[in-house]
C-alpha cells in the first residue's frame, strides 16, 4: 500500500511563497510520475503540475505557470512543490497524487490517472 502525506500549507499574504511537500511510502517511490491538484468548496479536482518518475521533465497549468516549481527528491521519497507570487485565486486544498508508470515521460493530467492520493493541505491565501 502507498502512502502519500502533503504538509507545507497554510495561510500567507498575496505575493507570498510557500514549499509544499509530499512524503510517499510503501513502494518504490521511482515508480510513480507524481502530481500535484487543487480543489475548492463546489469545484472539481483540477490539475496543478506533474513531474515524471526521473523527474526529468514537468507540466503546469497555465494558472500556475512561471510562478510554480515541481521537484522530487527520489532519495527522500518526497515530491516538492514551490509556490511563489501567490494569489487569492490560489487558495484551495492541495492534493499530492501518484500515477504508477513504466514510461519515463509520462506525466498524470487528470485526477483518474492517479491511483493514489494524500489527504490534502490547505493553502488560504489573503489580500
Known amino acids: 500500500q502507498v502512502q502519500l502525506v502533503e504538509s507545507g500549507g497554510g495561510l500567507v499574504q498575496a505575493g507570498g511563497s510557500l514549499r509544499l511537500s509530499c512524503a510517499v511510502s510503501?513502494?518504490?517511490?521511482?515508480?510513480?510520475?507524481m502530481g500535484w491538484f487543487r480543489q475548492t468548496p463546489g469545484k472539481e479536482r483540477e490539475f496543478v503540475s506533474a513531474?515524471?518518475?526521473?523527474?526529468?521533465?514537468?507540466n503546469y497549468a497555465d494558472s500556475v505557470k512561471g510562478r510554480f516549481t515541481i521537484s522530487r527528491d527520489n532519495a527522500k521519497n518526497t515530491v516538492y512543490l514551490q509556490m511563489n507570487s501567490l494569489k487569492p485565486e490560489d487558495t484551495a486544498v492541495y492534493y499530492c497524487?501518484?500515477?504508477?508508470?513504466?514510461?519515463?515521460?509520462?506525466?498524470?493530467?487528470?485526477?483518474?490517472?492517479?491511483?493514489?492520493w494524500g489527504h490534502g493541505t490547505q493553502v488560504t491565501v489573503s489580500s
Open positions: 513531474i515524471t518518475w526521473r523527474g526529468d521533465s514537468t
Open positions: 510503501g513502494r518504490t517511490f521511482s515508480s510513480y510520475a
Open positions: 497524487a501518484a500515477a504508477e508508470t513504466m514510461n519515463r515521460y509520462y506525466m498524470p493530467r487528470y485526477t483518474n490517472e492517479c491511483k493514489y
